[in-house]
């Protein structure tokens, strides 16, 4: 289940100018997706990708899906009045729309999130797959499908709105998201050399993940594009995605520039109340500022004592060197 008491962002937030949109839905970061040694996150997994309940939903399938292709406007238009869809990376976007009275309606779908307690409560059937709703009382509701169960992955529809009962649109366009999925609507033939293809969980061999978390380290994919590794007070995290990048790519002020034999990366050092440190490179550019990166991530409890930028770096020009070029 979404975490209700984490921190919430805008739906959508992820390449979107937010200063141009209404007010909208806001979702939760899952708990586990900073740190999955201090929640209670997806189950571990020798297999990072399990059997889809319906081969239209295999993830290298869902990994070729544009979630933006995935709305339908006859559909939308039976709710209000359908605005232009807005990209959030590889597997998110949104639809600022209006309802039949100009009224706010935001509609997020996300393809290929991690639904961990989502598919142990799931007590609901919706096109023919598995069905979970949580709500927001007054602003949100989530309605989940379940695609496949280990790991446990689906697709949720977000409302945001305010007027009325959230989840009615919700399952509408949740259940118009499926049968464009299982039709192959917005599949496309990915560029040469692009990030959303990769599984992150299979790209370190053994002995890099071993050096970066230990020879016992468990698994945990996250979603389409995100891979922790997890051992005994350490841990290193892969995440692939689609983003806004900022100019002379100063992602904070506080970065470092790192060289990874040939490849240009920035390291950032977080010595917080959980230290980790992070190396983040540009893969691929895209047109209006956007770009495919690559982060890595590696972590642990303060009483862990290990160079977490050493391991970051190291476990980094593995990445490099088996990320296909363009």
Same mark, same amino acid.
């Given at each position: 289940?979404?975490?209700?008491?984490?921190?919430?962002?805008?739906?959508?937030?992820?390449?979107?100018?937010?200063?141009?949109?209404?007010?909208?839905?806001?979702?939760?970061?899952?708990?586990?997706?900073?740190?999955?040694?201090?929640s209670s996150g997806p189950t571990p997994t020798d297999v990072p990708s399990g059997e889809?309940?319906?081969?239209?939903?295999?993830? %290298?399938?869902?990994?070729?899906?544009?979630?933006?292709?995935?709305?339908?406007?006859?559909?939308?238009?039976?709710?209000?009045?359908?605005?232009?869809? #807005?990209? +959030?990376?590889?597997?998110?976007?949104?639809?600022?729309? &209006?309802?039949?009275?100009?009224?706010?309606?935001?509609?997020?779908?996300?393809?290929?999130?991690?639904?961990?307690?989502?598919?142990?409560?799931?007590? &609901?059937?919706?096109?023919?797959?598995?069905?979970?709703?949580?709500?927001?009382?007054?602003?949100?509701?989530?309605? *989940?499908?379940?695609?496949?169960?280990?790991?446990?992955?689906?697709?949720?529809?977000?409302?945001?709105?305010?007027?009325?009962?959230?989840?009615?649109?919700?399952?509408?366009?949740? %259940?118009?998201?499926?049968?464009?999925?299982?039709?192959?609507?917005?599949? /496309?033939?990915?560029?040469?050399? *692009?990030?959303?293809?990769? #599984?992150?969980?299979?790209? @370190?061999?053994?002995?890099?993940?071993?050096?970066?978390?230990?020879?016992?380290?468990?698994?945990?994919?996250?979603?389409?594009?995100?891979?922790?590794?997890?051992?005994?007070?350490?841990?290193?995290?892969?995440?692939?995605?689609?983003?806004?990048? @900022? &100019?002379?790519?100063? /992602?904070?002020?506080?970065?470092?520039?790192?060289?990874? +034999?040939?490849?240009?990366?920035?390291?950032?050092?977080?010595?917080?109340?959980?230290?980790?440190?992070?190396?983040?490179?540009?893969?691929?550019?895209?047109?209006?500022?956007?770009?495919?990166?690559?982060?890595?991530?590696?972590?642990? @409890?303060?009483?862990? %004592?290990?160079?977490?930028?050493?391991?970051?770096?190291?476990?980094?020009?593995?990445?490099?060197?088996?990320?296909?070029?363009?």
């Open positions: 289940m979404l975490a209700l008491c984490a921190v919430l962002v805008p739906a959508g937030c992820a390449g979107a100018d937010l200063k141009k949109q209404p007010p909208q839905a806001r979702s939760t970061i899952p708990a586990n997706a900073e740190n999955v040694t201090r889809a309940v319906d081969p239209a939903f295999a993830v %290298e399938k869902l990994r070729l899906i544009d979630p933006c292709k995935l709305f339908d406007h006859d559909v939308l238009a039976k709710l209000g009045k359908p605005a232009n869809e #807005d990209g +959030g990376g590889f597997s998110r976007c949104s639809n600022f729309m &209006k309802d039949k009275n100009g009224k706010d309606l935001a509609i997020t779908v996300e393809v290929g999130q991690t639904l961990t307690s989502e598919v142990r409560n799931a007590d &609901k059937q919706l096109a023919g797959l598995k069905s979970y709703e949580q709500t927001l009382e007054g602003s949100a509701c989530f309605v *989940s499908v379940i695609t496949q169960e280990k790991p446990p992955l689906g697709i949720t529809v977000q409302i945001g709105y305010k007027e009325g009962d959230a989840c009615a649109p919700g399952r509408t366009v949740a %259940e118009s998201v499926v049968k464009a999925v299982k039709a192959r609507t917005g599949a /496309f033939t990915p560029a040469k050399g *692009s990030l959303v293809t990769l #599984d992150p969980c299979t790209l @370190p061999d053994s002995a890099a993940v071993s050096a970066a978390a230990g020879a016992s380290a468990r698994v945990y994919p996250y979603g389409l594009h995100n891979c922790s590794w997890v051992g005994d007070g350490e841990e290193m995290t892969v995440d692939l995605r689609q983003t806004f990048v @900022p &100019k002379n790519d100063k /992602f904070d002020d506080k970065q470092t520039d790192v060289d990874l +034999g040939g490849t240009k990366a920035y390291q950032l050092d977080n010595p917080g109340a959980y230290p980790s440190c992070s190396v983040r490179w540009v893969q691929r550019r895209l047109a209006d500022d956007d770009a495919e990166i690559v982060e890595v991530k590696s972590a642990g @409890p303060k009483k862990s %004592e290990f160079d977490r930028c050493a391991r970051a770096v190291a476990f980094s020009k593995v990445l490099v060197a088996k990320i296909p070029k363009g």
